[in-house]
């Protein structure tokens, strides 16, 4: 049994992670600004109240988690705001860089000293991101904002597979495929958060020091940067 910490933890596919995690006997912690009924009848660890873009809410968080090993942290919680040419939205596109990019960031520091008290071999973080941050897959452009704090968090994961392998920590950098959330309006085309962490859970199972830093789909396939 390994420990979890799962954040955007009350519903799509935080909660779906949490479930997963739950039923195959692993140890859940969810972090959420407010819990959901699904969530608070899973029976896992509930940590709410938590922005994971405010530093004073991730202080809390540390301090409450303080001495627990952490196997593997999955940064999960994300935020879409339109922002097209026509109307940039530039407070929508900084509030993305926040909770999208700078947020995983700080709490993977914030928690450092509980990965490295884990006895996982190797520990693991999880970065959740998406293609459409992926340049080289840019064939449509606009959604700048989302757009571009996914490719920053991208290369947050990659720079922190660098940094903190000698501690034993290797790190995926995930995109989900599209998923029917509220996020996506539950698109129809699709795939159900069940079908998405299945795959993703694969992939976090098979991470090592050896393939840490590779940008991942949902199935399997390496993507592009």
């Given at each position: 049994?390994?420990t979890?910490l799962v954040?955007?933890?009350?519903?799509g596919?935080?909660?779906e992670y949490?479930k997963?995690?739950?039923s195959?006997?692993d140890?859940?912690i969810a972090v959420?600004?407010e819990s959901s009924?699904?969530?608070s009848?899973?029976?896992v660890r509930v940590?709410?109240?938590?922005d994971?873009?405010d530093?004073?809410?991730i202080a809390a968080l540390t301090?409450?988690?303080s001495g627990?090993?952490?196997?593997?942290?999955i940064?999960?919680?994300g935020?879409?705001?339109q922002?097209?040419l026509?109307?940039?939205n530039?407070e929508?596109?900084?509030?993305?860089f926040?909770?999208?990019?700078i947020a995983?960031?700080?709490?993977?520091?914030?928690?450092?000293?509980?990965?490295k008290?884990s006895?996982?071999h190797p520990?693991?973080?999880?970065?959740?991101t998406?293609?459409?941050?992926s340049?080289?897959d840019n064939?449509?452009g606009?959604?700048?904002g989302?757009r571009?704090?996914?490719?920053a968090?991208?290369m947050?994961?990659?720079?922190?597979?660098?940094d903190?392998a000698s501690?034993?920590i290797?790190?995926a950098?995930?995109?989900p495929?599209?998923?029917?959330?509220?996020?996506?309006?539950?698109?129809s085309n699709g795939?159900?958060?069940?079908e998405?962490?299945?795959?993703?859970?694969?992939?976090?199972d098979k991470?090592n020091?050896e393939n840490?830093?590779?940008?991942?789909?949902?199935?399997?396939?390496?993507?592009?940067?």
């Open positions: 049994m390994a979890y954040t955007g933890a009350n519903r596919i935080g909660y949490c997963q995690l739950h195959r006997g140890e859940v959420c600004r009924t699904e969530l009848g899973l029976g940590e709410t109240g938590v994971v873009a530093k004073s809410a301090k409450s988690l627990k090993p952490i196997d593997v942290l940064n999960n919680a935020i879409y705001r922002s097209n026509g109307d940039l530039v929508g596109i900084r509030e993305q926040e909770v999208n990019a995983p960031l700080r709490l993977t520091q914030a928690l450092l000293p509980n990965l008290a006895k996982a520990t693991k973080v999880a970065i959740m998406s293609r459409m941050g340049i080289e064939t449509s606009g959604t700048y989302y571009m704090s996914k490719t968090v991208s947050a994961g990659k720079s922190l597979s660098h903190l501690d034993g290797a790190v950098i995930l995109h495929g599209l998923v029917s959330t509220g996020m996506t309006n539950f698109n795939i159900s958060p069940e998405s962490v299945t795959g993703l859970l694969v992939v976090i991470l020091l840490t830093g590779s940008f991942w789909h949902s199935n399997g396939e390496e993507l592009p940067w």
